[in-house]
């Protein structure tokens, strides 16, 4: 086995799980997401001569699954016709036979990130879930720290909110 080959092999075993999930809680679908960490991987493994400096491993790794999930996005709102790409979400997150519906603060939580901005979305997903500092997500976005903290903080006040409703 050569060195790429190892690399690959080991970025497999320590991010799979992790950039799963960063797929997953944009995409919704367990069965989307599955194909796009697929999709992702090969991408990884094409490009893998790029990246140079292992520091920035964890950071590229996230925004070659992020341009995947971006890229799907793009076609599947060709594909929706009349319906937008949120309502295709949403429904989504109600056929969902992953989601736990006796957790109700997960699925309010849930819902109100699907009434995000992409950015929005990305930003808290990264943030929030993966801890992820703004510096890692200005490379996975390519936006500046600043605009980030914003996105953050108004995604933040958004589901705040969300969640307070009907409480």
């Not at 009349?82 to 295709?88: A, F, I, M, V």
Request: hydrophobic share 30%; proline share 2%.
């Amino acid at each position: 086995m050569d060195r790429v080959d190892q690399r690959f092999e080991k970025i497999v075993q320590e991010y799979s799980e992790p950039l799963y999930w960063h797929i997953r809680r944009l995409v919704v679908s367990h069965e989307d997401a599955q194909d796009l960490l697929q999709d992702t991987l090969v991408t990884v493994y094409r490009k893998l001569w790029q990246l140079r400096d292992p520091s920035k491993e964890k950071a590229w790794l996230f925004r070659c699954a992020t341009n995947v999930v971006n890229h799907f996005f793009r076609r599947k709102k060709r594909e929706l016709g009349d319906r937008t790409l949120d309502e295709y979400l949403e429904q989504t997150l109600r056929d969902s036979e992953y989601v736990n519906y006796t957790e109700a603060a997960g699925v309010k939580l849930q819902k109100g990130l699907l009434t995000l901005t992409p950015q929005q979305r990305t930003v808290f997903t990264l943030r929030y879930y993966d801890e992820l500092d703004y510096g890692e997500i200005a490379r996975i976005t390519g936006s500046k720290p600043e605009t980030l903290k914003v996105s953050y903080h108004n995604a933040k006040e958004k589901l705040k909110k969300i969640i307070e409703e009907d409480e």
